[in-house]
């Protein structure tokens, strides 16, 4: 298991101390097994104050879905293409879930990001390009020997990426160059890799997973504010890091993604909370984060090997928050 997976099982189950004292059998089952060590039976640690009330009813059903090579690292969509990345390759389907292309990517590949036809692939300590075929179009460093670079997002206004050990945010030129660093009024606090970033309407968001906050800035990388609290409850982000993954929805709406108990939950723009859209029983269970795309009006979702695509359900989604809200919300569009 590499770093990046690591911290994703089990940096919302262990802070500071809790992991220097986990060592012989219990660091093996940090790494193999995080539920045996932190979660027992469910019902005997205080997660279970975590879980979704037994009664939720997603108003979104699983229509789709298959099954990658090998495991995900990272999911992006664009044009009709869903775009995967797994220790080694870069995978491209249709929406039917027929391979389209694929090539071959060095093996610390930590995030992707597509823009403009191109993918981007984020390393470590270093960008690089490809065009749909798979050829390296160009490449750079990272500014600091330090970086240990998490995620990233790209718009035509360039190219963004979290430093999990600079714990800021470094804006690039889309060929490279480095505009600036951003960081937070706030701080950042990174205990675990999910120091997730996206660009919606002009506006630059990231998490602050060790506040529990989402926050907003401009494109220039002025902060402009933030939302998020603690807590086990709905519209709240529980454990050390949280939220793990965000990402927009075509009507300005916000998607957080979670680990510890999985879900994905819907925020306006402004962040007040709207509902949750698919909570752990409906992901699939475990206890990573699963990554999340919108496209038109499905919810791509990649965990593990497998990729499901959910549409929204008019008969399951009458008594839910979602299906009672008066948005005019794209992913509403089927029954």
Known sequence: MNRRKFLKVSGSLVVGSVILSVVGDGLWKMFTSPEKLFHGSGRDKGFDLL????????????TFGFVAPDKIIALEVENGSIY???????????????????YPVPSDLRDIAVHDGKLYALYPTRIEVYNRQ????????????????CSLAVCKDGV??????????????????????????????????????????????????GRHLVEQYTIDGEFVTSFGKSGAGRGEFSGCCNPAIITSANGGELLTSEKGIPRISCYDKDGKFRSVLLNSKALGGGHTAYDVRVMKDKLIVAGGDKVSVFQYNKNLSQTTSCGQCEKDCPLKVRG
């Open 51 to 62: 879980d979704e009330e037994e009664d939720f009813v997603s108003p979104y059903r699983r």
């Open 84 to 102: 995967l990345a797994t220790p080694n390759n870069i995978y491209i389907y249709g929406m039917s879930g027929e391979l389209q292309s694929g």
């Open 134 to 149: 798979g050829d390296m179009q160009r490449q750079w460093e990272a500014c600091s020997e330090n970086s240990d670079y």
């Open 160 to 209: 963004f990426v979290t430093d999990a050990s600079n714990k800021n945010i470094c804006k690039y030129t889309l060929d490279g160059t480095l505009s600036r660093f951003i960081n937070s009024p706030k701080g950042f606090i990174v205990p675990s890799y999910c120091f997730g970033i996206m660009v919606m309407d002009g506006k630059l968001y990231c998490s602050n997973p």
